[in-house]
């Protein structure tokens, strides 16, 4: 076989391409493309700093966010999930659109923001830090003086709930996520609080010597917020709230789990006494 010379000589240098050419020079030009392509390496080159607009766009967002410049970045975190629904910055545009209500303040949003991503993506592997701002962005919405007076402490409890049960869910399901030992710390701290406020209670009913009020308080601490600072104390007020109720058996009770739980507290002499004397 005799190939014929091309009659462009600088058109293919590639020797493979001689076989083809001079017989696709009558095909149609898009076959004719594609031959070239086949022979020649089978793809087009990539360009030289080819841009990629989602990461750029997605870089750009982030940098707002960094700067404050919080109605640009939302903007741009947006467009991302509006222009690149399929692409993995669109879910991350999710994750920093909750980041940013969080930065703004806006603490019930960024939570709903962060719970409705962990619901849509729960194989992500940013969902553990998303399952752990949901109770903080609780705990960063509870008011500051919750606990602590009588004009605040029957306030609505949603948001102290809240990130209880968010740090709960959280220590559940990631106990090796790295935000496993903060959100553990949250926890006990936000427990604490719960204890802290019963006892409040409890003290403003034993003040006025109501004594159910007072056991019931003292109960609820004790059930449900083991292992706080304030239940040595709550097993102790326990026991008198029973004694004054006529229940010694119950103040027996109370005052063996105080000894059990904890035979180093300072109450532990007044414990032993007491429990002789109902004997």
Same mark, same amino acid.
């Given at each position: ?6 009659? @462009? ?19 149609? /030009?898009?076959? #004719?493309? *594609? ?9 087009? /080159? ?12 997605? @870089? ?9 410049? %919080?109605?640009?970045?939302?903007? &741009? ?14 879910? #991350?545009?999710? *994750? ?34 998303? !399952? ?10 509870? /008011? ?6 009588? $004009?605040? %402490?029957?306030?609505?409890?949603? =948001? =102290? ?10 220590? $559940? ?6 935000? !496993? ?23 403003? %009913? ?8 007072? =056991? ?17 104390? !709550? &097993? ?5 709230? %029973? #004694?004054?109720? @006529? ?27 007491? #429990?002789?004397? *109902?004997?």
């Amino acid at each position: 076989m005799v190939l014929r010379k091309h009659e @462009n000589p600088g058109w293919c240098r590639a020797p493979a391409c001689a076989i083809f050419c001079a017989p696709m020079r009558r095909a149609a /030009p898009w076959l #004719l493309l *594609l031959a070239l392509l086949a022979a020649c390496g089978g793809a087009a /080159p990539t360009v030289a700093g080819e841009k990629k607009p989602a990461e750029d766009d997605y @870089n750009a967002a982030v940098a707002a966010l960094e700067d404050k410049s %919080y109605p640009e970045a939302q903007k &741009l975190f947006e467009r991302i999930k509006t222009k690149y629904p399929y692409s993995k910055y669109a879910p #991350l545009s999710e *994750l920093r659109l909750a980041d940013l209500r969080f930065k703004e303040e806006k603490y019930p949003e960024a939570a709903e923001a962060y719970a409705q991503f962990v619901k849509m993506h729960p194989t992500h592997e940013e969902v553990d830090y998303a !399952a752990f701002r949901v109770g903080l962005a609780r705990y960063r919405d509870m /008011p500051s003086d919750f606990f602590l007076f009588p $004009a605040t %402490y029957e306030r609505d409890m949603s =948001a =102290a709930e809240g990130a209880r049960k968010g740090f709960d869910d959280f220590v $559940a399901k990631y106990p090796k996520s790295k935000y !496993a030992e903060e959100a553990k710390k949250k926890l006990d701290e936000v427990k604490g609080r719960f204890a802290d406020r019963e006892w409040y209670v409890a003290s403003f %009913y034993r003040k006025r010597e109501r004594w159910p009020g007072v =056991a019931v308080r003292l109960e609820r601490l004790v059930k449900e917020y083991p292992g706080s600072p304030r239940e040595p104390e !709550a &097993l102790m007020g326990l026991a008198e709230a %029973y #004694l004054k109720m @006529n229940e010694r058996f119950r103040a027996q009770q109370a005052l063996q789990q105080l000894l059990v739980r904890y035979p180093k507290d300072p109450h532990r002499a007044e414990a032993e006494k007491l #429990l002789a004397s *109902l004997r």
